[in-house]
């Protein structure tokens, strides 16, 4: 089930941020992350789905102003259950389809983010331009999604 965040689901937020800290860099001690996490669930940005336990498997943020994909992350040991393309599909259609959408990821060939790629790329994403090293040290470029006639 996709539901909107709440504060409740903070600590889940950075249990997840804490796994994928290799890819995307240091979250769980940022204050600036712990800021836009709580932006993020206070302008109802955030959207989390939860597995057959009811725990949070996933989380999407957006920003809606610049119909951007901020955050997408799955807990590992979810991973495989279609809940990162469920989580994206839910943005899309929460983001504006008469503009492109965009979103930062990783860049072809850095090892950790085919899955991501193949992700954004199923969906209609393509490549628009390099964006440099994340925090995390790896390649990243912009991806866009046309707009929807």
């Given at each position: 089930m996709i539901r909107l965040l709440t504060t409740y689901d903070f600590k889940a937020w950075l249990k997840i941020a804490g796994e994928v800290e290799p890819l995307f860099g240091p979250m769980v001690h940022s204050k600036g992350f712990h800021f836009g996490i709580r932006q993020c669930i206070?302008?109802?940005?955030?959207?989390?789905?939860?597995?057959?336990?009811?725990?949070?498997?996933g989380i999407i943020a957006i920003d809606r102003k610049k119909n951007e994909i901020l955050w997408l992350a799955v807990r590992e040991k979810s991973r495989g259950k279609k809940y990162g393309e469920t989580l994206l599909r839910k943005a899309i259609e929460e983001l504006d389809n008469k503009k492109e959408?965009?979103?930062?990821?990783?860049a072809e060939g850095v090892k950790g983010g085919t899955i991501a790629r193949i992700l954004y790329e199923k969906n209609?994403?393509?490549?628009?331009?390099?964006?440099?090293?994340n925090p995390a040290g790896l390649e990243t470029v912009r991806m866009v999604r046309k707009e929807s006639l």
């Open positions: 206070r302008k109802h940005n955030a959207f989390g789905i939860e597995d057959e336990t009811n725990e949070i498997a959408i965009i979103v930062q990821t990783f209609g994403f393509t490549d628009q331009i390099s964006m440099g090293k």
